[in-house]
């Protein structure tokens, strides 16, 4: 008995301390990287930016064509089974587009889940001059260092008219810009996590993405179709901080499923107590009756 109340009472004093030292907010972020608010938007970046859209519909009917210029609809990749992982780039970008999704495919090779069956990623090029065989050159590119094999069916490179990507991303919520004088358009860091029926569920933002903040952010968009029971218990426990594009734990939920699961323990051990008891007294009375 002695035994088994110390092993319960030390996983007790072992989950409190695992959830008691955890950080409780995101790393505040350094002075030096504090953008001056007083500053004037450069000319050339005004109009440029994302503004948030959870939850919003996307419009799935719009038609695009694919990397293989076969004919589809958005729609077409939410089956209300996985979520998608959409990006707004163009392949004659020159730096920002590569930055992004090669920070994206660095953090997909450490999930353990594979492109195609846990998520889907959908790539929209902003630019209506591309052509599916351009299309085609960028996925093979990004799917080579992707470098997993039977992957090619879950990452789709999308081109269409100036029309229907204007209204998609103004559906995310991408604002972007095209100068004619460069020939370059100007737009931000960003990528959608979007539900299995296409609803926008959370936005990451810049060229890296941590791996455990993209699975979390699956794992919710997913609307608990994907993911662990671990992955359910730290978003029970965290919070998403658009500002950093982390997943913050917070110190009332850590306190109450530390509270939960004490109580889980108070009653594993009472039980156990209680039951141990139950059995000695009809040992006993088993031994009186059967005394002369």
Excluded at 30 to 52: C, H, I, M, T, Y
Excluded at 101 to 107: C, E, M, Q, W, Y
Aim: net charge neutral; glycine share 8%; proline share 5%.
């Amino acid at each position: 008995m002695a035994v088994v109340c110390r092993s319960l009472l030390a996983l007790a004093l072992a989950l409190a301390c695992a959830f008691g030292v955890a950080p409780v907010q995101a790393a505040p972020v350094p002075a030096e990287r504090v953008p001056d608010r007083q500053d004037a938007v450069p000319k050339q970046l005004e109009g440029v930016g994302v503004d948030e859209h959870l939850d919003q519909a996307l419009p799935l009917d719009l038609e695009f064509s694919d990397e293989t210029g076969k004919q589809v609809r958005l729609r077409d990749y939410f089956d209300s089974k996985i979520p998608v992982i959409l990006t707004l780039n163009y392949s004659d970008c020159p730096m920002l587009c590569s930055l992004e999704l090669n920070g994206l495919v660095a953090s997909l090779k450490q999930l353990d889940w594979t492109l195609g069956k846990e998520f889907r990623v959908v790539t929209v090029s902003i630019d209506p001059t591309e052509t599916p065989e351009k299309a085609t050159r960028t996925k093979r590119r990004y799917l080579g260092q992707y470098d997993r094999p039977g992957t090619d069916a879950g990452w789709s490179f999308l081109v269409g008219s100036e029309a229907n990507v204007r209204q998609l991303a103004d559906a995310v919520g991408f604002r972007y810009r095209f100068m004619p004088d460069k020939k370059e358009y100007y737009h931000a860091a960003a990528l959608a996590l979007i539900t299995p029926d296409g609803r926008i569920g959370r936005y990451l933002y810049g060229v890296e993405f941590h791996p455990r903040t993209v699975r979390l952010g699956l794992t919710e968009t997913g609307e608990g179709k994907i993911g662990s029971a671990m992955d359910q218990l730290i978003l029970f426990c965290s919070m998403y901080d658009s500002k950093d594009g982390n997943y913050a734990l917070v110190a009332s939920r850590v306190m109450s499923l530390g509270g939960a699961v004490a109580a889980v323990l108070l009653a594993t051990f009472l039980g156990f107590l209680w039951s141990g008891e139950l059995k000695k007294r009809r040992r006993e009375k088993s031994a009186r009756a059967a005394a002369p």
